[in-house]
């Protein structure tokens, strides 16, 4: 699985961006896709995931009820709708594929995107 990740750029605090993330193959729905981020000097953050099926999401506490993510198995894409930014939002944004049943550990993830900068200013 190849994975392209789009839609990143320079927004203002309380501004929305919509992350797109385009997958190659005919599988897209089996794997569980997820939101990572890294701001510069961290580590790599959890930031949100859904089920193969579309039916089951879960998100990092931090963007919880201003991120939503989606995702269109007809499409091979998945989705991250950010609404409400902040400064502390800023950092490179991976989406990744899993074949685990796990979601938050970048370790379960098996295929990673080129990653999408995301910069909030204050």
């Known amino acids: 699985v190849q994975l392209q990740a789009s839609g990143g750029g320079l927004v203002q605090a309380g501004g929305s961006l919509r992350l797109s993330c385009a997958a190659s193959g005919r599988t897209f729905s089996s794997y569980g896709m997820g939101w990572f981020r890294q701001a510069a000097g961290k580590e790599r953050e959890f930031v949100a995931a859904i ?59 098996n295929y990673w995107g080129q990653g999408t900068q995301v910069t909030v200013s204050s």
């Open 51 to 109: 089920r193969g099926s579309g039916g089951n999401t879960n998100y990092a506490d931090s963007v919880k009820g201003r991120f939503t993510i989606s995702r269109s198995n007809a499409k091979n894409t998945v989705y991250l709708q950010m609404n409400s930014l902040k400064p502390e939002d800023t950092a490179v944004y991976y989406c990744a594929a899993t074949t685990s049943t796990g979601y938050r550990s970048p370790s379960l993830y």
